[in-house]
């Protein structure tokens, strides 16, 4: 005896074989959107770490006693603008 179905001898709405799809689309473009996303981060780090490295003379002449966080030490370095290295001139000034 054939097991019956409640959709038995009816075809499916197209909008269930559209699901699939747009199920896998939607999990394609979320890792994407991931790679990118870690990608950038490391991009900005790297960034942070040149910019650590063209500014520590200067920060250790000019701000040695700025506390760290809410910009501070952007906010000294900007100030002494006119005595920094060219190097670190480069990173703060690209920072504005």
């Not at 709405?13 to 473009?29: E, G, I, K």
């Not at 809410?70 to 920072?95: M, T």
């Amino acid at each position: 005896m054939p097991r019956l179905t409640p959709n038995a001898g009816r075809a499916r709405p197209a909008l269930f074989y559209a699901s699939d799809a747009l199920v896998r689309a939607t999990l394609v473009a979320a890792l994407v959107i991931a790679a990118l996303t870690v990608t950038l981060s490391l991009a900005s780090a790297q960034d942070r770490g040149a910019a650590r490295e063209a500014c520590k003379p200067d920060y250790q002449k000019f701000c040695q006693g700025t506390t760290p966080g809410g910009g501070r030490i952007k906010k000294c370095l900007a100030d002494n603008f006119a005595g920094l290295s060219d190097a670190c001139k480069q990173v703060v000034g690209s920072a504005k």
